[in-house]
């Protein structure tokens, strides 16, 4: 036995990640895992949707947000591993279940995080040239990924590092914009308050939701946070309060000060426009350039998250054992070079069909809310009774509620659901625990 292994009381066995995540580097990783298009995009479509009313849709989510990222800690704390949303459930119903819900969390994963790369290689790209072709724009999101999983390489320690200092510069500068933008706007543009009636209300919810998928991002990490059980309530607190504070008054500032031309303008980011209002010039290259940085972290963020529950498949011989080997550095690298293929398919397709990566947005939507269902499900059997377990039934019974209005994406939700169940038929006879330390030599 080596020494590390004798201070964590363990035998050899299966690799195990060593516990480097502080809190100051969780709030880094949850922040970036949900703050992208929340600040780009949704808060213009929601005005467009729905005018002031779309203020109120965005308070409700802020505080449902709250219980939502809460049940996701509290799970990470009581089943700290890297298999995350597919350990709950496995503590829950059995391995069984839980093999299904890990393809399926894979196979989202693996369909749906290309968005964020692909949407920061086109920012990036529409700052030096506007008039990019649509190819051009999916080639320079793919080396965007390329680049967030090697930095991935240099392990976690070193990525939450550079999360932290570019994040940091990024909120400043947000917040600046936010408060340049505010003395300019129209206060008039609050009244009607409901221009397109309340039941706009329902479809803004829907709109705004988008801007909050990324709390279960976490819950791979956290076996690499020090002491769960105080880091991940502290995390949470701080993060949502960030990452709410600067929802609404980005909302808000939307509201009052976009000129309502752009509210339509797809081609135009929120921030991109409120810059250009900010400093009364056209700094429309430096908007696109923030805009790609910021959805650029947040791919790194699930690059992370998703390498992990990767390691994790391996290591319990679900996916090719040898992927759950881990440097000398304790960086499961090859796990982490194992997401190129798979993020490769949904960008050739796209490339192939010459689409942009909405397509990807509106199949994989749905998928993200079953994975939420599969955990709070799993939570209202795991949880001792008490106010956590009162706020997830709270959480179920709205994640539900908006299951109806994802219309196609429901379909294609079930479909990959299907997949998984006869993946994992198929993957089960090949389930056995790795045999030697996972340690690349």
């Known amino acids: 036995m080596t020494p590390a292994e004798e201070a964590r009381g363990r035998a050899p066995g299966p690799p195990q990640l060593p516990r480097q995540l502080g ?3 969780l709030v880094a990783h949850y922040v970036t895992s949900v703050m992208g298009a929340g600040v780009l995009l949704i808060p213009a479509l929601a005005w467009a ?27 990470s704390v009581r089943h700290p591993t890297s298999k995350g949303v597919a350990q709950f459930v496995e503590a829950a119903f059995g391995p069984r279940a839980g093999r299904i819900a890990a393809v399926f969390l ?11 790369g692909l949407a920061a290689g086109r920012y990036l790209l529409a700052a030096v040239d506007p008039t990019a072709s649509n190819r051009a724009a999916l080639l320079a999101g793919a080396a965007v990924i390329v680049f967030c999983v090697a930095l991935n390489l240099w392990g976690i320690k070193v990525s939450t590092r550079a999360q932290m200092a570019v994040l940091g510069a990024v909120v400043l500068l947000l917040a600046a914009v936010i408060c340049l933008a505010l003395p300019k706007g129209d206060y008039a543009r609050l009244t009607p308050f409901a221009p397109h009636g309340w039941s706009s ?5 829907l709109i705004c939701f988008f801007g909050f998928i990324g709390w279960e991002n976490a819950a791979p990490v956290a076996e690499e946070v020090r002491d769960p059980g105080r880091t991940f309530p502290k995390g949470i607190l701080y993060a949502v309060s960030c990452v709410g504070l600067l929802y609404f008054a980005m909302a808000f500032t939307v509201s009052v000060a976009l000129p309502p031309t752009s509210a339509g303008q797809s081609d135009l980011t929120a921030f991109v426009r ?18 790609g940085i ?39 690298a090859r796990a982490v ?22 397509t990807l947005i509106k199949a994989s939507s749905a998928t993200y809310l079953l994975i939420f269902l599969m955990a709070f499900l799993s939570a209202a059997r795991l949880l001792p009774r008490g106010r956590t377990a009162r706020l997830n039934l709270a959480v179920t019974a709205a994640t539900l509620a908006m299951l109806p209005f994802f219309g196609v994406s429901v379909l294609i939700a079930l479909a990959m659901l299907l997949v998984a169940v006869i993946a994992e038929r198929w993957l089960r006879k090949r389930v056995s625990p790795p045999t030697d330390t996972g340690v690349l030599t």
Not at 107 to 116: D, E, F, K
Not at 274 to 291: I, K, P
């Open 23 to 25: 809190t100051s580097g």
């Open 49 to 75: 949707e729905a005018g002031p009313l779309s203020l109120v849709a965005w308070g409700m989510l802020i505080l449902y947000s709250y219980p939502f990222a809460l049940v996701f800690a509290t799970l």
């Open 106 to 116: 894979l196979i989202t994963l693996l369909a749906g995080n290309p968005v964020l």
């Open 201 to 205: 209300l329902g479809s803004t919810l």
């Open 274 to 291: 409120l810059l250009e209002v900010a400093t009364g010039s056209g700094l429309r290259s430096s908007g696109y350039l923030v805009a």
């Open 294 to 332: 910021l959805l650029l972290l947040t791919t790194n963020a699930w690059c992370l998250g998703t390498s992990r529950v990767v390691f994790a498949l391996a290591r319990d011989g679900l996916l090719p054992t040898g992927l759950s080997r881990l440097t000398p550095g304790k960086v499961p």
């Open 337 to 358: 070079l194992a997401l190129l293929p798979g993020y490769a398919v949904p960008v050739v397709i796209l490339l192939a069909a010459d689409s942009s990566e909405t």
